[in-house]
């Protein structure tokens, strides 16, 4: 059994393994691009009136989000990096996966 949101998802994992060890000023700098990365992605689901996305982020993500508001956890005491992990949860599931596979792709090349 997982005892943290992000472990039931390989990518998610790795992603905030990689961001831990990133140095302060890439964290920042990648907190934005994925803050812009989720506005783009929110708005092209907004165009599309013919299909609805479900949205559910789960009763682990949603208890994710509450220890967020606790600041409980290391990636939570960095505000650009915590305001971008609340963006994210937003968005279904299959996107925000997608999102951390891309980060841990790309941070581990």
Known sequence: MNRRWYDANEHTERALELLK????????????????????????????????????IGIDRVLGLYKISNSRRWYDKVSILSYAMKTMSTLPKEDFYNIMEGISTSLSA
């Open 21 to 56: 060890d990133m140095d302060e000023d890439r964290r920042r700098a990648l907190s934005r691009d994925l803050t812009a990365v989720v506005k783009q992605i929110k708005d092209m689901h907004d165009e599309e009136e013919d299909e609805e996305q479900e949205v559910s």
